[in-house]
């Protein structure tokens, strides 16, 4: 197969595991083009890409741009803080305003779960989903896979324990869909105010004992309490959160096993994570923002047709 199942990257949830493993056969090109003197191809010399941000973002947005820009694309970047946005204009009048101006892909996140959904009915251009609230980041749980396959080898018959706030988290569906397409064993842990209910009916463990949940895992991605979400309280303090939930070097080194750390970033030290666990050697979040690049230059580079 040498062309991905659909035209948009919507989510991971309507994507196939041939789809995932044709990204990431293509990304392992990109990224020997990552490590040569020049880091950069003529593959989307003919595309323009928009960026749209509706949501703040430090490693997607950079992420995405310099993947246009290694593979030769023109690149415009639109934030929703600064723009007639404010002034009322909507999502459909913004989106149709950029492709007027002849733009052939669009990357967007946004606040609104099924925000790129929408978009992808009404207008022509590609669309990849940057994140749509708290639904899915389909180029974060990409990166975070391929992170997993280039560190142990395979992602089939691993155990990933995904850890922490998993209510919020767009970042933990869109793992979750991508682990068991590959062949996985997903478990979530956290308060159980911060776990959906019914999640068990996606085939994923639960555990609300972190202990337990990093002595069954080979690897354990720990996300971010989403504070900015929570319009009410789903736990007493961050303090106790960190008490109860928080994994730090100490914890890691009492298991038999070394297992791998990860995190989509941006973390809140010393609340999921301690500094000497986020810096230990057992962490691979600084591989998952290299591996961000090749992956985004895979995603564009097929959705504009491979060629
Ligand atoms: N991982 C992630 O989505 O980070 P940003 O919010 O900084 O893009």
Same mark, same amino acid.
């Given at each position: 197969m040498s062309q991905l199942s659909t035209r948009h990257l919507l989510g991971i949830k309507n994507i196939t595991a041939?789809?995932?493993?044709?990204?990431?056969?293509?990304?392992?090109?990109?990224?020997?083009?990552?490590?040569?003197?020049?880091?950069?191809?003529?593959?989307l010399r003919d595309i323009t890409i928009a960026n749209i941000f509706f949501e703040n973002s430090t490693r997607t947005r950079l992420s995405f741009e310099l993947a246009e820009k290694? %593979? /030769?694309?023109? !690149?415009?970047?639109?934030?929703?803080?600064?723009? +007639? @946005?404010?002034?009322?204009?909507? &999502?459909?009048?913004?989106?149709?305003?950029? %492709? /007027?101006?002849? !733009?052939?892909?669009?990357?967007?996140?946004?606040? +609104? @779960?099924?925000?790129?959904?929408? &978009?992808?009915?009404?207008?022509q251009a590609n669309i990849v989903n940057a994140?749509?609230?708290?639904?899915?980041?389909?180029?974060?749980?990409?990166?975070?896979?391929?992170?997993?396959?280039?560190?142990?080898?395979?992602?089939?018959?691993?155990?990933?324990?995904?850890?922490g706030d998993i209510l919020h988290s767009r970042v933990a569906l869109s793992n979750i869909f991508c682990l068991q397409k590959l062949g996985a064993e997903v478990m979530v842990c956290g308060p159980i105010t911060l776990i959906p209910k019914h999640i068990e009916s996606l085939g994923v463990k639960v555990e609300q004992d972190v202990m337990k949940a990093l002595r069954w895992c080979d690897v354990a991605n720990v996300l971010r309490i989403q504070l900015e979400r929570q319009q009410i309280k789903y736990f007493p303090s961050l303090r106790e959160y960190s008490l109860y939930f928080g994994?730090?070097?100490?914890?890691?080194?009492?298991?038999?096993?070394?297992?791998?750390?990860?995190?989509?970033?941006?973390?809140?030290?010393?609340?999921?994570?301690?500094?000497?666990?986020?810096?230990?050697?057992?962490?691979?979040?600084?591989?998952?923002?290299?591996?961000?690049?090749?992956?985004r230059m895979a995603v564009l580079y097929l959705l504009a047709g491979g060629k």
């Open positions: 041939a789809d995932i493993e044709l990204i990431f056969q293509t990304a392992d090109n990109f990224k020997e083009v990552l490590n040569r003197p020049i880091k950069k191809v003529p593959s290694r %593979l /030769s694309a023109d !690149v415009i970047n639109f934030s929703s803080s600064n723009s +007639s @946005v404010k002034k009322g204009e909507t &999502l459909i009048d913004t989106v149709n305003n950029i %492709l /007027s101006m002849k !733009v052939d892909m669009v990357v967007m996140r946004h606040a +609104s @779960v099924g925000a790129p959904h929408f &978009l992808s009915k009404h207008i994140g749509d609230g708290t639904h899915e980041h389909p180029t974060q749980a990409l990166l975070d896979a391929f992170s997993i396959r280039e560190k142990l080898g395979d992602v089939a018959g691993k155990k990933i324990a995904i850890i994994i730090n070097k100490r914890m890691l080194e009492s298991l038999d096993k070394e297992i791998v750390v990860m995190h989509p970033g941006p973390i809140n030290r010393g609340v999921e994570l301690s500094s000497d666990a986020a810096d230990s050697g057992q962490s691979i979040i600084l591989q998952q923002v290299e591996n961000g690049v090749a992956i």
